[in-house]
């Protein structure tokens, strides 16, 4: 990642044009370029920067603006009969442009320098204008236009000066309870720089459901709640998103922590102008196919990448090795997978022969459901989790090819409040029972698992024996089997916690991370 | 990955030289540059490329070699008074240079082409002398050693004419069990290319046991027996090694299938060679922990990668999932695991009532042991699997620092071959059974498993009860479980097929495959 050589320093001119000479005639025409440069010095114009290729009808001159003018005249008056006989071509003046230049030692013995120099500008979206490195052992010279000139500057300094330091620019869409465990991940990280960790973050910009703000010098996360309620700007996303593109930063990161669809719109606009997406946000994965692949397409040839690791599993890496998998051409043959804590928990302790309202009503006590436990019991979260499995994996899908056994009964669909809903459950207690023991009886346990097999993906109770991965599941664990080309008598299982805003949060810290990398 | 522009073609000079012209007097000197110009103009000396950076007391011009003294003399000629008065230095000559020119369209309005073009030859390690891309939209021209000449135009051609395709270059010691399947893997993917893979992969060299053999053009893997054994050249890791290196190619790598170590001496000459190194052979990273650190440290600041996933698990991607867990900022705590697909089987089967010494005769039979049982059973192996792992997670360890449970009886490790060895191991069935037993009274199954806590490592039959992840293992299934910050009530877990020529091979391939990312 650094620069392995010794950089003198950086210097730049911040005002300078540029002239091009262009024409056949600067082929093999010996004498234009001693009388270019006659008469630039008759007129004392200082030629700040040279460049001609081999092969190449053009010569480029760098020269300080308020001298473009003449020499454009001198040179073309110079060259009047050449110009005329359409052997060059009228000089050409480009301005509002910058010059930086990497001074330094052993420069031109140390292998990829100017690659990783021009890289770092060309991650950046710094577009080079020209460039000139001589063979002497002490010079590169990028002529680039002047609005990237302190962005180019700066990562250079970190690139060059603090090589192993990066800086971070984050953007946070939702403070909520994922959202506020990132920004205390922050913090805690914030604090390390620059002696235990080699990035610096800043939180640039915070938008909470009101509205929006922003700090080029990094927002105080110890106190981003009161620095958002002094300086909100009402909601507006689609300003908010504008605002961060055009702060043009380097490594800029976009997290939506919110549980809403009003960013993914944005995604696209986003990465398109470099800057990464990281969510736990599951609707632009689990939309249309179309937007999932259009996503996928954007971050190919871009340094900007979209990460949403949390989006499966809380924080277990199942999508990342999913996407190994697939990247080593392995062919996925099926997938199962608990990808619910809370239905986890249920089917966990429903082993045990605890009831089922029971063990419900107990799960949210914990806090281990959503406010209305039937949007857990419905398995429709977990089947937005499959669909991602399944696209990763390689395979076209809609959510509405999924088919899934809601757990709620219809009757306590149907509930009015939380407390109906549990007094009618109560009534299926017994009917969970019989089933429990129809399948111990058969030496298995029941287990609510989603799966795709042969392209049929589907969510419900199944029985399962103790040969199955999954049968000693306990706690809220989220468990996945991948049955593969190379995995094919046994599955590769991963298991792990998969529940808790912490635990999310600390996902999406490490997608910031692997952005970074 | 691609270079994202139209580029009409790449032109070359091969023969060129560099003239460099320093000294203060270049900086105001406004008439010196045309003076220079002058003489050179009248003796017709063709400029091929010129450069002068921003700040720099250096001007720099290639020129044909047969040029190149007149063109020193009659500058040195007619800045003779400057130089005299040490306002110019003596002008320097370089040789055996030569230029490359990419010439495109619209070159300078896509950002990032020069980094991608420089740094393809950073990590390919040509050296660039010089650089000049003007403000036109039409070329960039580089001054490199002629000795770099090919190698440049190829990888420039297959980047930029076949944005997505790759070459590799493959060396290969050792076709034994997994290095023959590695080979069969290959011949598979050879085929594919170019219709249904990107990467054109050529078997440049092989080594086994008599010898070595090259082919630059591809050695034909279908029939690479009867190749080598026509064209073997008596055996020689040095010279085998030496000849990989300076054959210079692109995307080279080393993969070592053998089971000691000769080649392990070399990887660190290979990696600072920009050569990877692939190996499912653990001796480098069992061996002492400085070696571990040194070859980590290699890569860090080079294209070229050190991987070897098959090390652990066979195919289980146990060494990635924890490089993963440690570079997100998770610590390791414990970890816990069945590395040997043998234990698995042995212990596996061993729940289910039978005889300790029929379980490993039946073991032998089916091939999942090795040749003497007892290399299974000492336990050693899976040591050094756990050493390796416990190295990824960052501590410092010595394979003398784990303890050790030898499964082999005292007895029996004196045996004098192998059918002795299954008579003595026979008297300890009775023993192996009553543990058994015992530990079924409190509800709990006996596994041999590899663990690491609190600094120490050791292994041995442990007794675990159903809420251990690896209570119902079964086949020969390999499991591994991290104890980390993040996972701290239940591990991460993960499991999958852990033995197999084929899988193993896999994995070396998958290797080769992250090392071309």
Same mark, same amino acid.
């Given at each position: 990642?650094?620069?392995?050589?010794?950089?003198?320093?950086?210097?730049?001119?911040?005002?300078?044009?540029?002239?091009?000479?262009?024409?056949?005639?600067?082929?093999?025409?010996?004498?234009?370029?001693?009388?270019?440069?006659?008469?630039?010095?008759?007129?004392?114009?200082?030629?700040?920067?040279?460049?001609?290729?081999?092969?190449?009808?053009?010569?480029?001159?760098?020269?300080?603006?308020?001298?473009?003018?003449?020499?454009?005249?001198?040179?073309?008056?110079?060259?009047?009969?050449?110009?005329?006989?359409?052997?060059?071509?009228?000089?050409?003046?480009?301005?509002?442009?910058?010059?930086?230049?990497?001074?330094?030692?052993?420069?031109?013995?140390?292998?990829?320098?100017?690659?990783?120099?021009?890289?770092?500008?060309?991650?950046?979206?710094? @577009?080079? *204008?020209?460039?000139?490195?001589?063979?002497?052992?002490? !010079? %590169? &010279?990028? /002529?680039?236009?002047? =609005?990237?000139?302190?962005?180019?500057?700066?990562?250079?300094?970190?690139?060059?000066?603090?090589?192993?330091?990066?800086?971070?620019?984050?953007?946070?869409?939702?403070?909520?309870?994922?959202?506020?465990?990132?920004?205390?991940?922050?913090?805690?990280?914030?604090?390390?720089?620059?002696?235990?960790?080699?990035?610096?973050?800043?939180?640039?910009?915070?938008?909470?459901?009101?509205?929006?703000?922003?700090?080029?010098?990094?927002?105080?996360?110890?106190?981003?709640?009161?620095?958002?309620?002094?300086?909100?700007?009402?909601?507006?996303?689609?300003?908010?998103?504008?605002?961060?593109?055009?702060?043009?930063?380097?490594?800029?990161?976009?997290?939506?922590?919110?549980?809403?669809? @009003?960013? *993914?719109?944005?995604?696209?606009?986003?990465?398109?102008? !470099? %800057? &990464?997406? /990281?969510?736990?946000? =599951?609707?632009?994965?689990?939309?249309?196919?179309?937007?999932?692949?259009?996503?996928?397409?954007?971050?190919?040839?871009?340094?900007?990448?979209?990460?949403?690791?949390?989006?499966?599993?809380?924080?277990?890496?199942?999508?990342?090795?999913?996407?190994?998998?697939?990247?080593?051409?392995?062919?996925?043959?099926?997938?199962?997978?608990?990808?619910?804590?809370?239905?986890?928990?249920?089917?966990?302790?429903?082993?045990?022969?605890?009831?089922?309202?029971?063990?419900?009503?107990?799960?949210?006590?914990?806090?281990?459901?959503?406010?209305?436990?039937?949007?857990?019991?419905?398995?429709?979260?977990?089947?937005?989790?499959?669909?991602?499995?399944?696209?990763?994996?390689?395979?076209?899908?809609?959510?509405?090819?999924?088919?899934?056994?809601?757990?709620?009964?219809?009757?306590?669909?149907?509930?009015?409040?939380?407390?109906?809903?549990?007094?009618?459950?109560?009534?299926?207690?017994?009917?969970?029972?019989?089933?429990?023991?129809?399948?111990?009886?058969?030496?298995?346990?029941?287990?609510?698992?989603?799966?795709?097999?042969?392209?049929?993906?589907?969510?419900?109770?199944?029985?399962?024996?103790?040969?199955?991965?999954?049968?000693?599941?306990?706690?809220?664990?989220?468990?996945?089997?991948?049955?593969?080309?190379?995995?094919?008598?046994?599955?590769?299982?991963?298991?792990?916690?998969?529940?808790?805003?912490?635990?999310?949060?600390?996902?999406?810290?490490?997608?910031?991370?692997?952005?970074?990398?």
């Amino acid at each position: 990642e650094r620069i392995p050589f010794n950089v003198k320093g950086i210097s730049s001119i911040e005002d300078i044009s540029i002239l091009r000479i262009t024409g056949g005639g600067l082929i093999g025409g010996f004498d234009i370029l001693h009388r270019i440069f006659k008469v630039l010095a008759e007129r004392n114009i200082n030629v700040i920067l040279i460049t001609q290729g081999s092969s190449e009808y053009s010569l480029c001159l760098a020269v300080l603006p308020k001298q473009t003018k003449i020499a454009k005249n001198v040179i073309e008056q110079e060259l009047k009969n050449e110009i005329r006989d359409n052997q060059i071509k009228e000089v050409l003046i480009e301005n509002d442009l910058s010059i930086i230049a990497v001074v330094g030692e052993d420069m031109r013995h140390t292998i990829g320098i100017a690659g990783k120099i021009f890289q770092t500008m060309g991650e950046n979206g710094v @577009n080079l *204008v020209a460039i000139a490195q001589g063979s002497s052992e002490l !010079n %590169i &010279s990028m /002529v680039i236009h002047k =609005k990237d000139l302190s962005k180019a500057l700066n990562v250079l300094h970190t690139k060059i000066f603090k090589p192993n330091k990066i800086e971070c620019n984050l953007f946070l869409a939702g403070p909520g309870l994922i959202g506020s465990n990132v920004l205390k991940i922050l913090e805690k990280e914030i604090k390390k720089y620059p002696d235990d960790s080699n990035i610096k973050f800043k939180l640039i910009g915070l938008a909470d459901i009101k509205g929006y703000t922003f700090n080029k010098n990094g927002i105080n996360i110890s106190n981003w709640k009161s620095f958002i309620n002094k300086n909100v700007i009402p909601r507006n996303e689609k300003k908010f998103i504008d605002e961060i593109i055009n702060l043009n930063l380097t490594n800029s990161v976009f997290v939506d922590c919110t549980a809403h669809d @009003n960013y *993914v719109q944005y995604y696209e606009k986003l990465l398109s102008s !470099n %800057i &990464s997406v /990281v969510t736990p946000n =599951k609707i632009a994965n689990t939309s249309s196919f179309e937007l999932f692949e259009k996503l996928k397409d954007i971050t190919k040839n871009k340094k900007s990448k979209f990460k949403y690791s949390a989006n499966v599993g809380a924080g277990t890496p199942m999508i990342s090795v999913l996407q190994d998998l697939v990247a080593m051409g392995d062919r996925i043959h099926k997938i199962e997978g608990v990808f619910s804590g809370t239905l986890s928990y249920i089917f966990n302790n429903l082993k045990e022969g605890k009831k089922f309202s029971e063990i419900v009503r107990l799960a949210k006590e914990q806090g281990f459901t959503e406010p209305d436990p039937r949007d857990d019991l419905s398995g429709l979260d977990m089947a937005r989790k499959l669909l991602i499995l399944i696209r990763e994996a390689g395979y076209k899908l809609e959510f509405k090819d999924i088919k899934v056994e809601n757990l709620v009964p219809k009757e306590a669909q149907a509930a009015k409040n939380i407390d109906e809903f549990f007094e009618i459950l109560k009534k299926f207690d017994d009917k969970f029972q019989m089933r429990r023991i129809k399948a111990l009886k058969q030496g298995k346990v029941l287990c609510y698992i989603a799966s795709c097999k042969n392209g049929k993906a589907k969510l419900g109770i199944e029985e399962i024996d103790s040969k199955h991965p999954f049968y000693n599941l306990y706690g809220n664990d989220n468990i996945v089997a991948f049955t593969t080309d190379y995995y094919n008598e046994n599955p590769l299982t991963l298991r792990g916690r998969g529940a808790g805003a912490e635990f999310t949060a600390h996902s999406v810290f490490s997608d910031i991370l692997r952005v970074l990398k």
